[in-house]
């Protein structure tokens, strides 16, 4: 079955970095488009960054030029380089398909507090 499995999660202050994993399972990883998403207390899940199959990758305006996404296809792995992080990019980040996602993961949750 398909299945997502996010970690790299923590607790960082303002400026500070971390690095995000999510591994994927139950499907052809290397030839489906994939994306990070996050959701803040209160606030909708939104699309932080997709990650074509050949490795190109669209961000939204709000983390662009801070984050960098990557994938492994032979670990059917996904990354986010998260750089000078703020409060406002506290929020559980999960990883699934662009289009019609589902089979939700846990996430890991990223918190950015001085």
């Known amino acids: 079955q398909v299945q997502f499995v996010e970690s790299g999660g923590g607790l960082v202050q303002p400026g500070g970095s971390l690095n995000l994993s999510c591994t994927a399972s139950?499907?052809?990883?290397?030839?489906?488009?994939m994306s990070w998403y996050r959701q803040a207390p209160g606030r909708e899940r939104e699309l932080v960054a997709t990650?074509?199959?050949?490795?190109?990758?669209q961000y939204a305006d709000s983390v662009k030029g801070r984050f960098t996404g990557s994938r492994d296809n032979a670990k059917n792995t996904i990354y986010l380089r998260m750089n000078s992080l703020n409060p406002d990019d506290t929020a559980i980040y999960y990883c699934?398909?662009?289009?019609?996602?589902?089979?939700w993961g846990q996430g890991t949750q990223v918190t950015v507090s001085s």
């Open positions: 699934n398909w662009p289009f019609s996602p589902q089979y």
């Open positions: 139950g499907f052809t990883f290397s030839t489906f488009m």
């Open positions: 990650i074509r199959a050949n490795g190109e990758v």
